[in-house]
């Protein structure tokens, strides 16, 4: 099972500050990862497939990156909004889930 | 715009079967694939397997291989997860999302989240 490690697990940022996350696979996922956004009591969001393709909706200030086993997701500017926890998920050998990355208000 | 839609809470005993709906609406269901994720009350998420809705091809976690069983009905653009031998480490939201037809890969549609309670 391929394991996927987030960190920080807990992000404290303010509106207007730059938030960047990171996943790390246990071994290569090649370009299979995807972040979805998950706010309290809802159902998580797919933000971003294949590393760094935005699903519909999501805005230019999130963007992806990375490849083989090292990957970000990086926030540029933080909105109100975007305080939530974030998931990274790997399909290149069934599916995992990382740990997750809460981003909070600071 | 694609939609899926599930199922209500559930309260079961330990040791009793739960079976979640999921129904899907505004896309052609047949043409994709059900993977069904669970969290546990502030936990993270867990993938329990995938079903192809297309040719009923079925992958399982291995956590849950043995108890689970996903099915769909096209005829109702429905897909059932079924768990049996509930244990209290069963109690999370249960989530239906759509998926590939092909293998599991990304979820873009998403349920709302079944609730299921197992209780000594």
């Known amino acids: 099972e391929i394991v996927l490690t987030q960190s920080p697990a807990t992000l404290s940022l303010s509106p207007g500050e730059r938030a960047t996350l990171s996943c790390r696979a246990s071994?290569?996922?090649?370009?299979?990862l995807a972040w979805y956004q998950q706010k309290p009591g809802q159902a998580p969001r797919l933000l971003i497939y294949d590393v760094s393709r935005r699903a519909t909706g999501f805005p230019a200030r999130f963007s992806g990156s990375g490849s083989g086993t090292d990957f970000t997701l990086t926030i540029s500017s933080l909105e109100p909004e975007d305080f939530a926890v974030y998931y990274c998920q790997q399909r290149s050998n069934w599916v995992t889930f990382g740990g997750g990355t809460k981003v909070e208000i600071k | 715009q694609g939609q899926l839609v599930q199922s209500g809470a559930e309260v079961k005993k330990s040791g009793a079967s739960v079976k979640v709906s999921c129904t899907g609406s505004g896309y052609t269901f047949s043409d994709y694939g059900i993977s069904w994720v669970r969290q546990a009350p502030g936990q993270g998420l867990e993938w329990m397997g995938w079903?192809?809705?297309?040719?009923?091809?079925?992958k399982y976690a291995q956590k849950v291989q043995g108890r689970v069983t996903m099915t769909t009905d096209t005829s109702t653009s429905t897909a059932y997860m079924e768990l049996r031998s509930l244990g209290s480490d069963d109690t999370a939201v249960y989530y239906c999302a759509r998926d590939d037809r092909m293998k599991p890969a990304d979820f873009d549609y998403w349920g709302q989240g079944t609730l299921v309670t197992v209780s000594s």
């Open positions: 071994q290569s996922v090649s370009s299979y």
């Open positions: 079903i192809s809705v297309y040719n009923g091809h079925t």
